[in-house]
């Protein structure tokens, strides 16, 4: 393996809680259309695409129902929790940066949600001036698993994918990052990595914390 030279983020589950707000905004709007064990539902539909979001629910609850009612609606309700209550980082997050930047490492952040919303979100936690590059699901074609964010997130570094670890917590996110031929890290937040991923991840780690860790005893 390279020498590492930069660790590149993803957001959502990773850095913020934000699947814990979905999660609850999701079931608000499921009781309201009256769809059942949406939980369930959810975590399947965890770091996918649209179009694949769509498939999920079409094929659990009929092509009936209003895919873009659902996420309007829990995008509303994510809107209203943020601005009224904030979104929380994940343990050890600030941390992890922190360390990260004391040992020289560059850090990036490749995450599907829209630039406007990766700035404004990281800002209000007092971490986006952690990171030297933003690459954002409004500057590519193709969403993860696609391994272009990645590829672009590296190539935005002027680095090669393998001297980078990629820390995901999505299934697709870390097909997105192997395929790029970055060094994928899994902190699993609502969903543990099946074979499948294991195989594709350098390490899984349990928490932020042990992935700190890790690279402490590699000093």
Known sequence: MKNIKAVIFDMDGVLLDTETICQKTWAIAAEEMNLSNINETFLQC?????????????????????????????????????????????????????????????????????????????????????????????????????????????KSLGLEPAECYAVEDSFNGIRSSFGAGLVPIMVPDKIQPTEEIKKMCYKVFPSLKEFVDFLKEKE
């Open 46 to 154: 965890l770091g996918t695409t649209k179009i694949e979001t769509t498939r999920i629910i079409h094929e659990k609850y009929g092509n009936h129902v209003d895919v873009d009612a659902l996420m309007k609606r829990s995008h509303d309700l994510f809107t209203e929790v943020e601005n009224t209550q904030g979104i929380d980082l994940m343990p050890y997050a600030k941390e992890t940066l922190e360390y990260l930047k004391s040992k020289g490492y560059r850090i990036a952040l490749a995450s599907s949600t829209r630039g406007e919303t990766v700035r404004r979100q990281l800002g209000n936690l007092g971490i986006l001036h952690f990171f030297e590059t933003l690459t954002t699901g409004d500057m590519v074609k193709n969403s993860k698993p696609d391994p272009e964010i990645f590829a672009l997130a590296a």
